[in-house]
């Protein structure tokens, strides 16, 4: 096959990758744009079969094969298994392993090309090794902290912020120390120091945080990729790694927008803001606990009713059971509608696809913005399993982690009804104010068992 | 030979620029309905990176070299395939369908 052909074949791949992410931005063609990605994507695989080795079968084809079939046997079930409570771990996880797969191609480029690299290849191979690394080490604490095998608070360690640039530099020095002396151990060296710089720049990230990591992670493959293109002389990877880089880096920054949250106070917070001990004061005040009975009335009697539904309600499973209860209520004649915060569950958007998978139909769901104006006509809100989303901390206590992240306006409502196992505080760790209003009722439990009791009291109502 | 590689940098570098501002221009409108399956299909889209892995495969001069490439190898294709399945499956749930999922099972 021609360098042409194969060039343009390329060309059509990338615009598939176009119009997937194009696709992807309204859900009446996103399922359509994700399939015209991955039919790019599987054209792509197969054309560099017949062009790798012009056009003879390729050396290592077996093991190749092999490996492919390996990743599809690990990758695909994973995919399907997965809940979707878990869906942020691992995007993290395919995240990390793409970057890492970059990092890999970089370096047995770097090692196969030796001394008669150029030397704009060697700073592209030197670019991909670092950002590849980095994005995999991030990624995998990333994952670490959302699948809670380590703490999801910051971990904050001495001399934070000096060891991080100490790293960084290190970093930038060995990568100048691979390109002015060539050979592995320098590579190695500086593949070294980044998967370090990965690890301690996630580190400090507090749980709430970690959404905008992901994406930020997302960005950096996707350049990684780029760069590895620019390395192999391959338009398709230039394309699509600058696609993915490009729109990643403008969806990092509409999240930390819907978080109020600056990129950089989000990496480097933790270090520069006053460690919060939460207030020990808090068990000893009183707060109002219903029952089942009590809400259910409350909802019967309502004209209008405001779901807000958090991550908590994803941890119990109970989105079918809420659905049941906004159905319920609907034939009452209680208008009813779901309040979704943009960083609702652990990832942006994250509370819709968890909603969808309960059948809720997305009309129903209402951004933050459209909702917030309509919480003075709302008799009642139901907030099931969220807290931080709903914490007028961001507002009213300066200092305090989610300071300055939009919130919804619950406390505007005549009542606001709490779903809670317990008065423990949300991921970003905040005590919460409204809990002690006096109209706050507290029916406390597991979220699923709760609603279940609520519905059956309805009903018998 | 110099000026047609340099011409060749340059075919580069503007599909690059170009690429820059048409991932700017198609997120830009994106509602926050679908962040989650929009980052898990861009995160599949980088997976792509396996063309490249299979280059270096076949390339690959020593075992470490071939060792290294079959390794991105796999890890490109969980990346890819695994980044478009997973995501089909949350756009498949937008769609609205009933369907029961009998994964959601009791995770407390």
Same mark, same amino acid.
């Given at each position: 096959?021609?360098?042409?052909?194969?060039?343009?074949?390329?060309?059509?791949?990338?615009?598939?990758?176009?119009?997937?992410?194009?696709?992807?931005?309204?859900?009446?063609?996103?399922?359509?744009?994700?399939?015209?990605?991955?039919?790019?994507?599987?054209?792509?695989?197969?054309?560099?079969?017949?062009?790798?080795?012009?056009?003879?079968?390729?050396?290592?084809?077996?093991?190749?094969?092999?490996?492919?079939?390996?990743?599809?046997?690990?990758?695909?079930?994973?995919?399907?298994?997965?809940?979707?409570?878990?869906?942020?771990?691992?995007?993290?996880?395919?995240?990390?392993? @793409?970057?890492?797969?970059?990092?890999?191609?970089?370096?047995?480029?770097?090692?196969?090309?030796?001394?008669?690299?150029?030397?704009?290849?060697?700073?592209?191979?030197?670019?991909?090794?670092?950002?590849?690394?980095?994005?995999?080490? @991030?990624?995998?604490?990333?994952?670490?902290?959302?699948?809670?095998?380590?703490?999801?608070?910051?971990?904050?360690?001495?001399?934070?912020?000096?060891?991080?640039?100490?790293?960084?530099?290190?970093?930038?020095?060995?990568?100048?120390?691979?390109?002015?002396?060539?050979?592995?151990?320098?590579?190695?060296?500086?593949?070294?120091?980044?998967?370090?710089?990965?690890?301690?720049?996630?580190?400090?990230?507090?749980?709430?945080?970690?959404?905008?990591?992901?994406?930020?992670?997302?960005?950096?493959?996707?350049?990684?990729?780029?760069?590895?293109?620019?390395?192999?002389?391959?338009?398709?990877?230039?394309?699509?790694?600058?696609?993915?880089?490009?729109?990643?880096?403008?969806?990092?920054?509409?999240?930390?927008?819907?978080?109020?949250?600056?990129?950089?106070?989000?990496?480097?917070?933790?270090?520069?803001?006053?460690?919060?001990?939460?207030?020990?004061?808090?068990?000893?005040?009183?707060?109002?606990?219903?029952?089942?009975?009590?809400?259910?009335?409350?909802?019967?009697?309502?004209?209008?009713?405001?779901?807000?539904?958090?991550?908590?309600?994803?941890?119990?499973?109970?989105?079918?059971?809420?659905?049941?209860?906004?159905?319920?209520?609907?034939?009452?004649?209680?208008?009813?509608?779901? @309040?979704?915060?943009?960083?609702?569950?652990?990832?942006?958007?994250?509370?819709?696809?968890?909603?969808?998978?309960?059948?809720?139909?997305?009309?129903?769901?209402?951004?933050?913005?459209?909702?917030?104006?309509?919480?003075?006509?709302?008799?009642?809100?139901?907030?099931?399993?969220?807290?931080?989303?709903?914490?007028?901390?961001?507002?009213?206590?300066?200092?305090?982690?989610?300071? @300055?992240?939009?919130?919804?306006?619950?406390?505007?409502?005549?009542?606001?009804?709490?779903?809670?196992?317990?008065?423990?505080?949300?991921?970003?760790?905040?005590?919460?104010?409204?809990?002690?209003?006096?109209?706050?009722?507290?029916?406390?439990?597991?979220?699923?068992?709760?609603?279940?009791?609520?519905?059956?009291?309805?009903?018998?109502? | 030979?110099?000026?047609?590689?340099?011409?060749?940098?340059?075919?580069?570098?503007?599909?690059?620029?170009?690429?820059?501002?048409?991932?700017?221009?198609?997120?830009?409108?994106?509602?926050?309905?679908?962040?989650?399956?929009?980052?898990?299909?861009?995160?599949?889209?980088?997976?792509?990176?396996?063309?490249?892995?299979?280059?270096?495969?076949?390339?690959?001069?020593?075992?470490?070299?071939?060792?290294?490439?079959?390794?991105?190898?796999?890890?490109?294709?969980?990346?890819?395939?695994?980044?478009?399945?997973?995501?089909?499956?949350?756009?498949?749930?937008?769609?609205?369908?009933?369907?029961?999922?009998?994964?959601?099972?009791?995770?407390?």
């Amino acid at each position: 096959m021609s360098r042409n052909l194969y060039d343009l074949i390329g060309l059509a791949a990338g615009i598939c990758f176009i119009l997937a992410l194009k696709g992807l931005s309204s859900p009446k063609s996103a399922r359509r744009g994700n399939l015209i990605g991955a039919v790019g994507a599987t054209i792509a695989t197969i054309i560099v079969f017949f062009y790798a080795n012009d056009g003879k079968a390729l050396n290592n084809q077996t093991l190749i094969l092999a490996a492919i079939a390996f990743g599809v046997l690990v990758g695909v079930p994973a995919a399907r298994k997965v809940q979707m409570t878990q869906m942020p771990q691992l995007v993290a996880l395919f995240n990390g392993v @793409g970057g890492g797969a970059a990092a890999l191609v970089a370096i047995v480029e770097y090692l196969k090309l030796g001394d008669g690299a150029m030397t704009a290849e060697v700073v592209a191979t030197v670019f991909t090794v670092i950002v590849g690394c980095v994005s995999f080490a @991030g990624s995998i604490i990333t994952f670490m902290k959302l699948q809670e095998l380590m703490t999801t608070r910051p971990v904050i360690f001495p001399f934070g912020r000096q060891v991080i640039a100490l790293t960084l530099v290190g970093v930038l020095a060995s990568g100048g120390w691979v390109i002015s002396s060539g050979g592995s151990t320098p590579l190695l060296v500086n593949g070294l120091l980044s998967l370090l710089f990965g690890v301690l720049f996630v580190l400090p990230v507090g749980g709430a945080d970690v959404p905008i990591v992901i994406s930020l992670l997302n960005a950096f493959t996707g350049l990684t990729v780029a760069a590895s293109g620019y390395v192999l002389q391959t338009t398709l990877l230039i394309v699509a790694g600058t696609l993915v880089g490009a729109s990643g880096t403008i969806l990092t920054r509409l999240m930390a927008d819907a978080m109020g949250r600056s990129l950089f106070g989000t990496l480097f917070g933790a270090f520069t803001a006053k460690a919060q001990a939460s207030t020990g004061t808090v068990d000893a005040r009183p707060v109002k606990s219903g029952s089942a009975d009590d809400v259910a009335i409350l909802l019967n009697y309502a004209q209008r009713v405001v779901i807000v539904p958090g991550f908590g309600l994803a941890v119990a499973q109970a989105q079918h059971t809420v659905r049941e209860l906004a159905d319920l209520l609907a034939s009452k004649g209680v208008e009813v509608a779901y @309040g979704i915060h943009p960083v609702a569950g652990r990832m942006p958007g994250h509370m819709n696809v968890l909603l969808a998978e309960a059948n809720v139909p997305y009309e129903q769901l209402v951004e933050m913005e459209e909702i917030n104006p309509t919480f003075p006509q709302t008799d009642v809100v139901l907030v099931v399993g969220a807290n931080d989303v709903v914490n007028p901390a961001a507002k009213t206590t300066p200092g305090c982690p989610i300071y @300055g992240m939009p919130i919804l306006d619950v406390a505007l409502a005549g009542n606001v009804i709490f779903l809670k196992r317990s008065m423990r505080p949300g991921f970003a760790g905040i005590e919460n104010e409204l809990l002690y209003e006096a109209k706050t009722t507290l029916l406390f439990g597991d979220a699923k068992d709760s609603l279940t009791k609520v519905v059956s009291a309805l009903k018998a109502l | 030979m110099a000026s047609e590689l340099m011409s060749n940098e340059i075919a580069l570098l503007a599909i690059f620029l170009l690429s820059v501002f048409v991932g700017f221009e198609v997120v830009s409108k994106v509602s926050t309905t679908l962040h989650t399956p929009l980052m898990s299909g861009a995160n599949a889209i980088h997976g792509v990176i396996l063309v490249g892995a299979i280059v270096v495969a076949d390339h690959a001069n020593t075992n470490l070299e071939l060792g290294l490439a079959l390794a991105a190898v796999i890890l490109a294709t969980i990346n890819m395939v695994g980044g478009f399945v997973v995501t089909d499956r949350m756009l498949q749930m937008f769609k609205g369908k009933p369907k029961v999922n009998k994964d959601a099972g009791d995770n407390k």
